[in-house]
């Protein structure tokens, strides 16, 4: 197949347009048609890129105007041509996070699937994409990060052609452009770039390299123990610094992350910050995902179909797993002490034990309906779902607890991502790919391990109890007890959202509130005829004692309401875990299980 030939430039700036054109040398003869994704791979809903479509026109090679037609919400056909086709079009790239396109006069941002139509029966052409620099003296200092590998005559960040093997390819390498910080280091002999954009004073950029290069060489070495060979040949994390955004997505060979900028590590500073620890956690947990799920996927994602919804309920293990993982990473690389880890995971272990739709929907179910729930939360998410992040992670630890207390060490959940890895990831982009089905993964779990998990494993997976975390990290000294408020304050059981208005975000079921008739989106204005704001509810209920009646005024909508409730008790937050040192043996097993 002829390559296909894409242009992209930040044609205005301030009005956060990009011009984008396609060129196809062998059209369909039947008239040519051509889709743009409707979701992006890792963001589990529908999100409809072709709505920043400003305008759109085609030209044949003669620079004539081709009639196009829009067919449904996603897809054009160009009228049948002789010789090349092109369509030239616009779109409006104003969403700065890590799933879309952004583009100012201080930075541009854009993944392939928001992008870059893709023409119908060339998916598997090769592509070349001319990244242009905008118009200019302002953008002088602009340059460009990606993974995407250069064509012959483009220098490594500078503007130019890049070139991708396919479509599916084009789309896996997003591209952040104009003036940032860079530098790389080496994991296991592979070069990784990091690269800051937004303002950020005193990055201390060397601590960042060194910490980033303890967490890949730790993961190398977990899928690959005695290659220690990286499943890429270079790697760029590229992070948007912000006043206030934290999110991830993973790609082949990169990732695009945003975060507070106060939470990058700062010159001077050696104290391990609760935010640069965050944000650790949070590039551990992209850079993980170049195994699980970029490479090793479910079987319905091998190839994605990107016009609809891609329905699998395994994503509890390739989100949930590498949630596990990528807090452990930075306990395994020395990063984090134990004592860190456990209050981290006491905090996980609270945020799923407070929500009841963990009672009603399982990690597999969570899975399967996450493009309807989990990414279209509202209200009422914390009594009707669970997060297949969350609890999943809790699966996976519950899981390799279990196999090293059943093989005393000799096997863990390692051996199973290492089984994964080398039966359908590690030759993932090597000829046809193969992901794993939905019904195989217990087998998989027994394979690797010699461990049947049994009704743990469908408890885990397919049920609604609690997990028996308590009894199954006992071996291993850790006791398990829960934390409530520290002050010992009574509850109304409901989540207030920030601001001057103390207003209800959630209302947990069964809760005082809820029992009063409180429901989320009122306005709380007096607690027994003090008013209340969002900055002194905490103190006002710390007055009371739990089961203590009080008068609650609030308005929903325009209409005043009184309602009497009971105080619940101090809310359990979450789980404190404390390491038992006095039994050897218990000890012992901690740590072979802390140390990987």
Not at 104 to 118: C, I, P, R
Not at 197 to 222: F, N, P, S, T
Not at 420 to 439: S, T
Not at 494 to 507: I, M, N, P, Q, Y
Request: glycine share 8%; proline share 5%.
């Amino acid at each position: 197949m002829k390559p296909i030939r894409y242009t992209i430039v930040p044609k205005q700036p301030a009005a956060h347009l990009f011009e984008v054109t396609v060129t196809v040398a062998d059209t369909d003869p039947a008239g040519q048609r051509f889709m743009l994704p409707v979701w992006i791979p890792g963001s589990y809903m529908v999100r409809e890129f072709a709505r920043n479509i400003v305008t759109l026109r085609a030209f044949n090679d003669a620079g004539r105007k081709v009639r196009v037609e829009k067919t449904d919400k996603h897809t054009w056909q160009a009228a049948p041509v002789k010789g090349a086709l092109t369509l030239r079009y616009e779109v409006y790239a104003w969403d700065l996070s890590v799933r879309a396109a952004h583009l100012d006069d201080t930075t541009g941002f854009f993944n392939g699937t928001s992008v870059f139509l893709s023409p119908l029966g060339h998916e598997e052409a090769p592509c070349v994409v001319d990244i242009q620099k905008p118009d200019g003296a302002a953008y002088r200092g602009w340059r460009v990060a990606t993974a995407l590998p250069e064509a012959r005559g483009t220098r490594r960040y500078g503007f130019g052609e890049y070139r991708a093997q396919n479509y599916d390819e084009l789309i896996d390498h997003p591209v952040t452009l104009g003036e940032f910080e860079l530098a790389t280091f080496n994991a296991h002999g592979v070069p990784h770039d990091v690269v800051i954009a937004g303002r950020v004073i005193a990055l201390d950029m060397a601590r960042l390299c060194a910490d980033l290069k303890r967490i890949c060489e730790a993961q190398i070495a977990l899928f690959e123990p005695k290659s220690r060979k990286a499943p890429v040949d270079r790697y760029v994390f590229m992070t948007q610094a912000v006043t206030e955004g934290y999110g991830g997505l993973e790609h082949r060979a990169s990732t695009a992350l945003i975060c507070n900028r106060a939470d990058l590590p700062v010159q001077g500073r050696e104290a391990l910050t609760e935010g640069y620890r965050t944000y650790l956690g949070l590039c551990s947990h992209e850079y993980f995902h170049t195994w699980n799920v970029k490479r090793i996927k479910p079987a319905v994602f091998a190839p994605y179909d990107l016009a609809v919804e891609n329905y699998t309920s395994l994503l509890w293990l390739f989100e949930g797993f590498t949630s596990y993982y990528d807090d452990l990473i930075l306990v395994r690389s020395g990063l984090i002490s134990q004592d860190d880890y456990l209050g981290m995971l006491g905090k996980v272990m609270g945020g799923v034990l407070r929500g009841s739709g963990r009672t009603k929907q399982s990690v597999a179910e969570s899975s399967f309906d996450a493009w309807v729930k989990y990414y279209r939360q509202d209200e009422n998410a914390p009594n009707a779902i669970v997060s297949y992040y969350t609890k999943g992670s809790l699966v996976a630890l519950s899981f390799d607890l279990a196999i090293r207390a059943q093989t005393s060490h000799r096997k863990s959940l390692d051996d199973v991502m290492r089984l994964l890895w080398q039966r359908f990831g590690r030759d993932f982009y090597r000829g046809k790919p193969v992901g794993v089905e939905e019904g195989e993964i217990e087998a998989l779990f027994t394979e690797a391990t010699g461990v049947a998990l049994g009704e743990l494993f469908a408890q885990a997976v397919h049920g609604t109890r609690d997990l028996p975390l308590e009894t199954l990290l006992a071996p291993f000294g850790v006791a398990v007890a829960p934390e409530p408020d520290k002050n010992g304050k009574p509850s109304l059981g409901a989540r207030v959202r920030g601001g001057a208005d103390c207003t209800l975000a959630a209302v947990h079921e069964g809760s005082a509130a809820q029992k009063a008739g409180l429901s989320a989106g009122d306005v709380l204005i007096a607690l027994d005829g003090l008013r209340v704001t969002g900055s002194n509810l905490d103190a006002l209920l710390a007055r009371y004692q739990p089961g203590a009646k009080v008068e609650v005024h609030a308005f929903r909508r325009d209409e005043l309401r009184t309602a009497q409730l009971r105080l619940d008790g101090p809310e359990v937050s979450r789980y404190k875990l404390t390491a038992d040192d006095k039994r050897p043996a218990a000890r012992k097993a901690r740590e072979r299980w802390l140390a990987g």
